[in-house]
């Protein structure tokens, strides 16, 4: 059997990595397209090891995403994020992963789609076709190419590297949304209760911001808010009644009709995160984190396990509902006067600002900034079966 071989280039971005396609150079049927990314990445895998593949196992490193020249106003280029599952023929296109975010830019740069300064600073506007919305990449250059290379230092990744000054616009959906999941709010509260089953009633801001998210208090599922990957990935039974509060959300939010149907065909997102005030713990690398030099403790579900540091698009969501009196993120940690919030993870802390006001009775965030930092860590060809781009189903 043949193999095709298909140009694409592994990325890290912020404390994810994936791999990048061109669009033209995957196939246009999605079925397909779908089967050879599968392939690619190594899934569904029984091991859990993706030893046959490109994937990292983890829901941090089981990454694709596609880029192509946008004709859309104002943008350069198109970006489509997919969350690869380990263990099942599964690819989620439903939301954004807010790391790799920042990758899009120096991507772009560095396969031509997108000119930049020879030196300075090079705006990308990129479209997020996944979830609607618009994200700048600000990207160093340094003698005609990306600057990946320098001393901005990331929490959750081993080496520093340049920084990439990424901005999420109207990351939170309008309030005018259509009900099924479109609204910032979608069910108009700033909190709600969801009835968990062996659990009992929990409170929960349900946000649409960056991707669809919940957030809950710590307490109120047992936990400390200064929990690593080790206190909980290991417990079946803790994971569960994470699924179950986060498949209770989804509905609730319109995104799904059944909890069943979030877990088997949408467990990208909504995201579950918890939150607790500040106190001191020391990180996975084993560096101690203050209870004085952060706001509040976050910590985030990804793909059915504790999250090893925060996804993006959960800071995206940190940010904006700790602008907005009255969620369960705000009643812990309001945002400052600047509109900045600091929140210790299991890697170490992070710092994002949201720009947010209040107009009717309203509230609006406008944009959401962050910093993270990208690498290209090899570039050439992926090779798949290529039986794979037949129409027949089937892996």
């Known amino acids: 059997m043949k193999q095709l071989r298909i140009p694409a280039v592994y990325m890290r971005g912020g404390t994810s990595k994936g791999v990048f396609f061109l669009a033209h150079d995957l196939p246009s049927d999605a079925a397909a397209r779908d089967r050879l990314l599968l392939r690619v990445i190594g899934s569904p895998d029984r091991y859990g090891k993706h030893t046959d593949g490109m994937g990292g196992a983890t829901s941090s490193t089981s990454k694709v995403v596609i880029i192509s020249r946008s004709e859309r106003a104002g943008c350069d280029v198109d ?3 997919g969350q690869v599952a380990i263990d099942a023929p599964v690819i989620d296109w439903s939301g954004n992963c807010g ?6 830019g120096p991507f772009a740069l560095s396969m ?3 000119e930049g300064p020879a030196d300075g600073t090079a705006t990308v506007n990129i479209w997020q076709a996944n979830i609607e919305k618009k994200i700048v990449n600000h990207v160093p250059m ?3 190419e990306v600057q990946e290379l320098g001393g901005f230092e990331l929490d959750g990744v081993a080496f520093p590297a340049a920084e990439v000054k990424v901005e999420f616009l109207d990351p939170a959906a309008d309030e005018e949304g259509d009900g099924a999941g479109g609204a910032m709010f979608p069910t108009g509260n700033r909190i709600d209760m969801l009835d968990v089953p062996e659990v009992g009633r929990i409170e929960a801001t349900l946000i649409n911001a960056g991707n669809p998210t919940i957030f809950v208090d710590a307490a ?4 400390k808010g200064t929990e690593l990957q080790g206190d909980i990935n290991g417990d079946k039974t803790m994971l569960q009644c994470a699924e179950a509060v986060r498949a209770l959300g989804a509905v609730a939010m319109g995104l799904v009709a059944t909890p069943a149907e979030a877990t088997a065909k949408r467990p990208h997102t909504p995201k579950l995160a918890f939150v607790a005030g500040p106190a001191s713990y020391t990180a996975s690398d084993g560096r101690k984190v203050e209870a004085g030099s952060i706001d509040l403790l976050a910590r985030i579900f990804s793909m059915g396990v504790l999250h090893h540091a ?10 904006a509902a700790a602008a907005i009196p009255g969620t369960i993120v705000s009643r812990v940690a309001p945002a400052g006067a600047d509109g900045r919030v600091r929140f210790g993870h299991p890697s170490g802390t992070l710092s994002v600002g949201a720009e947010a006001r209040e107009e009717g009775g309203q509230w609006k965030v406008a944009k959401v900034m962050m910093s993270r930092s990208a690498r290209r860590l090899m570039e050439g ?5 290529a039986a794979l781009t037949s129409p027949r189903p089937g892996l």
């Open 112 to 114: 031509g789609l997108v």
């Open 220 to 223: 109120r599922l047992g936990f």
């Open 79 to 81: 970006y489509r994020f």
């Open 142 to 144: 340094q003698g005609g």
């Open 310 to 319: 925060m996804t993006g698009t959960g800071a995206v969501a940190i940010a």
């Open 99 to 104: 790391n790799l975010s920042a990758a899009v």
């Open 381 to 385: 060809w992926v090779r798949v079966p």
